[in-house]
């Protein structure tokens, strides 16, 4: 539930990339996502940076805080246990009937929080780029995700993923699985440590208003 742990990841990855510290680089990508660093160019591993901060704000920040907010404690946790089951277990293996469950089910519950944590980065980008304008951060992030989200296996991962592509205008790249804003219909460049910058400031107050949002609905309807 660490939003600032997960920050502070992605703020050291920016720092070994800047100092063209790869082998570091690609050691610290096995604390974000569990695909092989070991081939990956710099550009690829700012792109992976990118991509788990924008999925992990949704599931590990806005979506246990949706289920706080609806149901309490209980709800956060229950959420928390299937996404952890949904990543542990996974599809394939001795444990494949269990895989599958937990990741439909997980499927079902991040339908909203997915979407919303989308948005909310939306709103952090309009915050952290107020010479911007609001409306043309707004479409190309929904633009991008509405386009480019369909291209992960996930119904729910590329929504914030390809709306983040689209807020910093970049290209998110998984070989052979997805292209998010890239050709041909994207125009985005190849992520540097730059990049990760930008998007550790957005995710870090896309979380703070996360956290106000639900504490605003849990005052309101409570």
């Not at 710099?42 to 788990?52: P, V």
């Not at 277990?89 to 997915?114: H, N, Q, T, Y």
């Not at 910093?168 to 219909?185: F, I, M």
Request: charged letters at 20%; a positive charge; glycine letters at 10%.
């Amino acid at each position: 539930l660490s939003l600032q742990l997960l920050c502070t990841v992605a703020h050291q990855m920016a720092y070994f990339l800047e100092r063209g510290q790869l082998d570091k680089a690609r050691n610290q990508l096995m604390w974000l996502c569990s695909r092989d660093p070991s081939t990956l160019r710099a550009d690829e591993l700012a792109g992976g940076t990118l991509e788990s901060l924008s999925e992990n704000l949704s599931d590990s920040v806005v979506a246990p805080l949706f289920f706080y907010t609806l149901f309490g404690p209980l709800g956060a946790f229950g959420f928390r246990a299937a996404n952890t089951l949904d990543s542990r277990v996974g599809f394939r293996g001795r444990m494949e009937w269990v895989g599958k469950f937990s990741a439909r089910k997980d499927d079902i519950l991040c339908i909203i929080p997915a979407r919303l944590g989308a948005l909310l980065l939306i709103v952090g980008a309009v915050v952290c780029h107020p010479r911007r304008a609001a409306l043309s951060i707004l479409r190309r992030g929904l633009w991008v995700a509405w386009s480019d989200a369909k291209q992960c296996d996930s119904p729910n991962s590329g929504w914030p993923m390809a709306c983040f592509a689209g807020i910093l205008e970049v290209q998110l790249e998984k070989r052979g699985q997805y292209s998010l804003n890239g050709p041909p219909a994207g125009d985005g460049k190849p992520p540097g440590f730059q990049d990760i910058r930008r998007g550790y400031v957005i995710a870090q107050v896309a979380g703070i208003f996360t956290f106000l949002l639900a504490m605003a609905a849990i005052a309101l309807f409570r």
